[in-house]
């Protein structure tokens, strides 16, 4: 259980400086620093357990349904980390207590740090795939946090989601990853993992499992090609940097390499992705580490290389190797994060990080440079210091891999090149800042920073130089827990400063050697690296996103223009597509049933639909020739009923038409003769072509449907129309008897849909033209002669006729629905005829009460038939005979369709008269009649 | 009595359509009409309990099953969630106010319906019911050009979708006669059909663009824009989920329906919705545009569920879309609340939100944890969800939709990360909208505060809604 103390220690010190805030940095500094280093005292505790090989783990279930356990352990490697993390965790707390200035937020920063220590310890003790992943992503967004703490540079905020993207990117590919490895094992637990290492390896989806862990990992150790953020995360505080850049967070991916190497390491894929990967960020950083003149870029670049470093000694994966992996990472740690807490200090003291403009200053921080110099020495690979001991080893491990087969020289060679540059930028370093004279004076006059904030410096440069000294006293034993936790077995080895004269102390004296004959030539290298074109990866990186963002806007910009015709068309045009998909399918187009015959009528029938419909299209612009035409069309429909032996529909068809036709004839009244021009040829052309494929592919569909066999439910309306309603027509009987409720709920619709319009009309003020576009006045001679007594004659015929088709319709074509029409039109032609006062005074009464007692009518025959104890609605009829009409039948749907009609009829004239009457007197406005058509204009 | 009680949910939604109609026309008074509302909703959600017991009960129409009860719980949070953002919203809104509830609990009604379809008729009659009030939702504020233009876009485009949906249907129809959706795609898995496909693809046109899956995408900016912010709100989250209820019933409930043709329809709808989705919200300048982007990535996710059609197919996408819809509402909910101040056009754009932190602390943190979410951050419950998607997707080996899953949230982890920056970035002489003083008190400040919390703890402990979700895998998988 002390195991989950560790990281929940660190996680409550998230809170801690949110607390103490308020009492000073001191106070803060100090309560902050007490929760790690009792986490690290808990974790050195676990030492005795580990000697006697045991493994301490801790499993608390979590979400097991996703094969997550809150699982912790603690084994030698995961003990190596922890300690570094936790012991340069609290160093660099020391030195950020110094660093900040005072008017910034050090409380923010370190509840940030803290939350970075919790999930860097997460990933190293974590005993689950899963959970490791999950602290992975942890250690992206709190190291954006403290990346981007100085969130009013926009270089920090670039460099920050810079960094995020990368290895969040990375971090999703290596989710991937492990959630295959998962599926491979069976398992997400690390030990089961660990020990199925062959069956891993000799799975068919091993490379594709092994290249999106990679890709975690090199995201993150900012490994070739993907170095480029880690540079340009530099930008960050100088702690964070020393803290997050070089000591822990970029080790992670080494780590997770190493975490993983005996379960999916240990084939050639691995090696040569692993090495060569790491064999070309070694180069490509020492390279740049030559070149740049800020002094956080040298390093930044200098810990590219030295990963690369240690890379490479991962893929070469024998058992060595990983011993001098693991050992470059200790001494790795302690150098580079002395050299940037000396870099913050000078950047501190200076005012600046050019090396240009820095120089001489050993006269005025004598002992910084003194440590500067032993942690650069370290680096370069100086005798007697910690990474010399590395560097040898990696050597002597490069000599004798059979990786690269004949091409064996080349990686020895290779590295004693990098050997070579790195002794060089060493050098560099210290010479530019403490020797050279300046060549400018930087802004602040130097001198020695407070004790205090040197001395996370002292120490660290004094295990480099304890350890390059006495090697086996202070690094076997935990060398020797963390390479038994990697290759799971106890290693022999001796570390010692002298191994005798041997080809890896010659390459090693040879890069000191030629290190510093190129640093001698340095003005002529910065001349050839002047040569090329400056790499900037931020730039680049920018450039990047910036060509994707350009190119995105310009899709967006053409996509998503705000234009309704646009999206329209992109919409037509992808169904088009996927209707298209379908029709291709098709092995005909004609199916197996006969077609009719055609004959001249049919044909012609034909011809005038197409010209109403183009016609209508065509004309559009001109609305009266625009709705003639649409009239033609809806006749001919009504007539292609007629023909095709649907008189029924025909006869409704026909009846709506007209209503439907004086509706938008009213509504033309009030809207200007052309529309203007709106669209261009380009256009045009595009909407012609759309319209034409769309049309092609529906038509063909439809020919498709009808020209085969399909089951239908119009056989069942056939033969249940007598026995089951009792009436020979159809479509009557489903409208008012087997449908007979939606009927009813569809006039009711029709009911509420009148009322509202009339309502909608109450409010509505129009403009009332009194003179046509040219300036002529409407004609005076409103009531034409002829239209007034052809309409008076008419009128009882069309009410005779109504009355007709209504008592018909049960067997016969006809029925409530369009004798209702029938009527409203007749007395719409009316009002035509003879305006508005004329028939408003004849025809006293109001439309709402007709509508409603229709659809009451309607319903009152549904509730009667519950009077018998049937179900709502149900119909019952018999034979009558009556005089004059001859034997004819009653039923209860009878009384129901005059309530259709009567419904109709109200609704009807509710829309129409209220439309028309909009323009004159007696419109249903609210105000006084009394106003005049001027007076109306004007407002 | 067992179908009154199925369909008790629907039946309170409606009498409380008509409660807060009939209140209306007798006394307009914003707060009771609210009450109202919410009080009717929280009843329907609390009848849900009762429907429980009858639960596996299907008539023609309807099937009251566990993915219904499912997605009702969605519709109607989503719903409560709305109204108590619009009372916050439109307590400055100079007009009539209260229609705005009948609107949403006619909506909310469609949307019960939708999610318990099980033929042709429910299901259209659901999708009109749901979308026709929110063609007068989204214009509301119609004095407001973006607004009645997003409400006409959002009819118009929607009008013809729905024209093809029919064809659709009538082409499956013809094929099958059938009309109900288990004889329907049965009917169509087993010919291939002539005409089948087509039908088949042309009712994904109609749902795909009230998902708004690329190409189908392009009103969602612009409406998401243009329209209210709680009518938005219940676009990107009511409305998405139970078309998304009724996507997975014709999918994965009927592997019929997985002819191969829909399913490689299915698939390349998924990935580009990814990644134009996602690509497309890199340049977005206006938050709520951007959230529209996102979500089009997000429904893009979502589909690799219904790809797969295998497995854990049900189980991810229910996990998926309770994540996705209490994100969204959280960050829909704080752009409104930042917005309610002053009605004349949302405060959407990015340059409102800079530094918002520095005004309203806890608002910008809830904001931040939706965001994060959205991007699928661990330990938020964004994260959950898109873990199940990737899980799924790699265990059926569809490593182009993995592929393009993971480009396109490295690409959304890009433009989230922007938004947050925004929010704590320090300038002077900012400051223009803003949320009211003491809108944490409020019921919308609570709803969102709430969210916030609830997102985290799905993150945490999303043992619960996991379970959930198996038990629908279990029934309907």
């Known amino acids: ?939 | 009595m067992t179908y009154l009680i199925a369909l008790l949910p629907l039946i309170l939604v409606c009498a409380t359509a008509v409660a807060v109609m009939l209140g209306i026309a007798w006394q307009r008074h914003h707060a009771s009409t609210v009450l109202t509302a919410v009080v009717g909703l929280n009843l329907a959600l609390l009848s849900l309990v009762a429907v429980h017991q009858v639960a596996p009960f299907e008539t023609l129409l309807v099937a009251v099953d566990g993915l219904a009860i499912f997605g009702a719980v969605l519709v109607l949070v989503s719903t409560l969630a709305c109204a108590t953002l619009a009372h916050a919203y439109l307590e400055h809104y100079r007009g009539p106010r209260e229609e705005f509830y009948l609107l949403l609990l006619c909506a909310a009604a469609g949307g019960l319906v939708l999610v318990s379809s099980r033929h042709m008729a429910t299901l259209f009659f659901g999708l009109e019911l749901l979308s026709m009030p929110l063609y007068g939702m989204l214009a509301y504020a119609f004095h407001e050009r973006r607004s009645l233009e997003a409400g006409i876009k959002y009819l118009v485009l929607s009008a013809a979708a729905t024209a093809f949906l029919l064809f659709g249907m009538a082409l499956a129809y013809a094929q099958t006669g059938r009309l109900d959706l288990a004889g329907l795609t049965a009917g169509l898995g087993e010919g291939g059909g002539a005409w089948g496909l087509a039908g088949a693809g042309l009712i994904l046109v109609g749902l795909g663009f009230k998902l708004s899956l690329v190409p189908f995408h392009l009103w969602t900016p612009d409406v998401y824009e243009g329209g209210p912010g709680p009518a938005a709100t219940f676009l990107a989250s009511a409305s998405k989920v139970a078309v998304v209820i009724v996507l997975l019933r014709l999918v994965i409930e009927s592997p019929a329906f997985a002819h191969v043709g829909v399913h490689q329809i299915l698939a390349v709808l998924a990935f580009a919705s990814m990644l134009i989705g996602n690509l497309l919200a890199l340049t977005q300048a206006n938050l709520k545009r951007l959230l529209g982007y996102s979500s089009i990535a997000h429904f893009g996710y979502l589909l690799v569920a219904l790809v797969v059609a295998e497995g854990l197919a049900v189980e991810t996408a229910a996990v998926y879309l309770v994540m996705y819809v209490v994100t969204t509402l959280g960050a829909f909910g704080v752009v409104t609340l930042v917005s309610s101040r002053d009605i004349s056009g949302d405060a959407a754009a990015l340059h409102h939100y800079r530094g918002l932190f520095w005004r309203r602390p806890y608002l910008t943190a809830v904001l931040t944890v939706a965001l994060l979410s959205l991007a699928g951050i661990p330990f938020t419950a964004g994260f959950i969800g898109k873990f199940y998607i990737v899980a799924l997707g790699v265990e059926a080996g569809r490593w182009w939709l993995v592929g393009g899953l993971i480009v396109g949230s490295a690409i959304g982890l890009y433009y989230y990360l922007r938004v947050m920056v925004t929010l704590y970035l320090v300038e002077p002489g900012m400051q223009r909208h803003d949320a009211p003083h003491d809108w944490g008190t409020r019921a919308g400040g609570v709803v969102v505060l709430g969210l916030a919390a609830l997102v985290v703890l799905l993150g945490v402990y999303p043992t619960p809604i996991i379970e959930w979700a198996a038990a629908l895998g279990v029934a309907h998988g």
Request: charged share 10%; aromatic share 8%.
């Open chain 1, 1 to 939: 259980m002390t195991l989950l103390w560790i990281p929940l220690l660190t996680l409550l010190g998230v809170l801690v400086p949110v607390f103490t805030e308020r009492y000073g940095r001191g106070v803060l500094s100090l309560a902050t620093a007490t929760l790690p280093a009792v986490a690290l005292a808990l974790t050195l505790l676990q030492i005795p357990t580990l000697l006697e090989g045991d493994i301490p783990r801790v499993s608390l279930a979590w979400l097991p349904e996703l094969g997550l356990d809150l699982a912790f352990r603690l084994d030698g490697l995961s003990l190596l980390f922890a300690l570094l993390i936790l012991g340069i965790g609290l160093l660099i707390i020391l030195y950020a207590a110094f660093y900040l200035s005072a008017e910034e937020a050090s409380g923010r920063f370190f509840a940030y740090l803290m939350l970075f220590m919790t999930a860097m310890v997460g990933i190293v003790m974590a005993d689950n795939l899963l959970l490791l992943w999950l602290f992975w992503e942890l250690t992206s967004l709190s190291s954006f946090l403290l990346i981007g703490f100085w969130s009013h540079s926009s270089e920090a905020r670039k460099g920050a989601r810079m960094a995020m993207t990368v290895t969040g990117a990375g971090g999703l590919a290596l989710l991937a990853g492990l959630l295959l490895l998962g599926d491979m094992v069976g398992s997400f637990d690390l030990g089961v993992v660990l020990e199925s290492g062959d069956a891993i390896r000799a799975d068919s989806r091993y490379p594709l499992m092994l290249v999106l862990v990679l890709l975690g990992a090199f995201t993150k150790s900012a490994q070739f090609p993907f170095q480029f953020w880690l540079p340009h995360a530099m930008s960050a505080p100088t702690p964070v940097s020393a803290y997050l850049h070089s000591a822990t967070m970029v080790k992670a991916g080494i780590f997770l390499m190493a975490r993983l190497h005996p379960a999916i390491g240990d084939t050639a894929l691995w090696g040569w992705i692993v090495t060569l990967t790491g064999m070309a960020t070694f180069l490509y950083g020492a390279w740049f580490a030559l070149i740049k003149t800020d002094l956080k870029a040298i390093l930044a670049f200098s810990t590219v290389s030295h990963l690369g470093l240690i890379t490479v000694l991962l893929g070469v994966g024998s058992p060595m190797a990983i011993l001098a992996a693991l050992f470059h990472i200790i001494n790795h740690a302690t150098f580079k994060g002395s050299l940037f807490m000396s870099a913050g200090i000078i950047d501190h003291e200076t005012g600046t990080r050019e090396l240009s403009k820095l120089g001489g200053l050993r006269k005025a921080m004598p002992v910084t440079a003194v440590l500067v110099s032993l942690a650069a020495a370290a680096m370069a690979g100086v005798p007697l210091l910690n990474g010399f001991l590395s560097k040898e080893m990696f050597f002597t491990e490069l000599l004798d891999t059979p990786l690269l087969g004949g091409l064996g020289w080349l990686l020895p060679t290779l590295a004693t090149l990098g050997g070579i540059l790195s002794v060089a930028y060493s050098l560099r370093l210290v010479h530019a800042v403490f020797f050279k004279p300046a060549k400018e004076s930087p802004p602040k006059s130097p001198h020695e920073p407070p004790h205090l904030m040197r001395l996370p410096v002292e120490l660290l440069v004094t295990v480099c130089v304890l350890v390059g000294i006495i090697p086996a006293v202070l690094a076997t034993g935990l060398l020797d827990l963390a390479t038994r936790a990697v290759l799971g077995e106890a290693l022999e080895f001796h570390l010692a400063i002298w191994h005798g004269f041997n080809v890896p102390l010659l390459m090693s004296v040879l890069a000191l050697a030629i290190g510093i004959l190129v640093y001698a030539m340095h003005s002529h290298i910065r001349r050839l690296a002047r040569q090329f074109a400056p790499v900037d990866a931020r730039r680049s990186f920018e450039q990047g996103t910036q060509t994707l963002v350009a190119a995105t806007q310009a899709i967006t910009l053409r996509l998503e223009n705000g234009s309704l015709q646009r999206y329209m068309s992109l919409l037509l045009g992808a169904s088009l597509l996927l209707a298209t998909l379908g029709l291709l399918d098709l092995p005909t187009l004609a199916g197996d049933k006969p077609s009719q015959p055609l004959d001249g009528v049919l044909i012609l029938g034909a011809a005038l639909l197409i010209f109403g419909a183009v016609g209508t299209a065509v004309t559009h612009r001109y609305r009266l020739i625009s709705l003639l035409m649409l009239s033609v069309v809806g006749l001919l429909v009504s007539l292609t009923f007629a023909r095709f032996s649907a008189p029924d529909l025909a006869l409704t068809q026909l009846s709506v038409e007209v209503v439907t036709m004086i509706l938008l004839m009213l509504a033309l009244f009030f809207l200007p003769q052309k529309t203007p021009r709106e669209s261009t040829a380009k256009r045009n052309i595009r909407d012609l072509l759309l319209a034409g494929s769309l049309g092609m592919v529906v038509a063909s569909l439809n020919y498709a449907v009808l020209t085969r066999d399909m089951s239908s439910i119009a056989h069942f309306f056939m033969e249940n129309s007598i026995p089951g309603g009792g009436g020979h027509n159809v479509v009557n009987v489903i409208l008012v008897d087997f449908r007979g409720f939606d009927t009813l709920g569809e006039i009711t619709v029709l009911a509420l849909a009148g009322l509202a319009i009339f309502k909608l009309l109450n409010r509505l003020r129009l403009f009332m033209p009194h003179s046509d576009g040219e300036g002529r006045l409407w004609s005076p001679d409103r009531y034409p002669m002829i239209l007034t007594s052809v309409s008076q004659a008419l009128l009882p015929l069309a009410l005779l006729v109504s009355a007709f088709i209504f008592l018909r319709g049960h067997n016969q074509p006809g029925g409530g629905f369009i004798a209702g029409l029938i009527a409203a039109v007749a007395l719409i032609l009316v009002y035509m005829a003879r305006g508005v006062e004329w028939a408003q005074s004849r025809l006293d009464f109001q439309y709402q009460p007709v509508a409603i007692a229709g659809v009451a009518v309607a319903t009152l025959t549904g509730l009667g038939s519950w009077a018998f104890g049937r179900p709502f609605l149900t119909s019952a009829f018999g034979h009558f005979h009556l005089p004059i009409l001859g034997d004819f039948e009653l039923a209860t749907a009878m009384l129901f369709d005059l309530g259709v009609f009567l419904a109709v009829v109200g609704a009807t004239l509710m829309i129409l008269a209220n439309l028309g009457k909009l323009t004159t007197p007696h419109r249903p406005s609210k105000e006084p009649a009394t106003t005049t058509p001027g007076k109306e204009k004007k407002s």
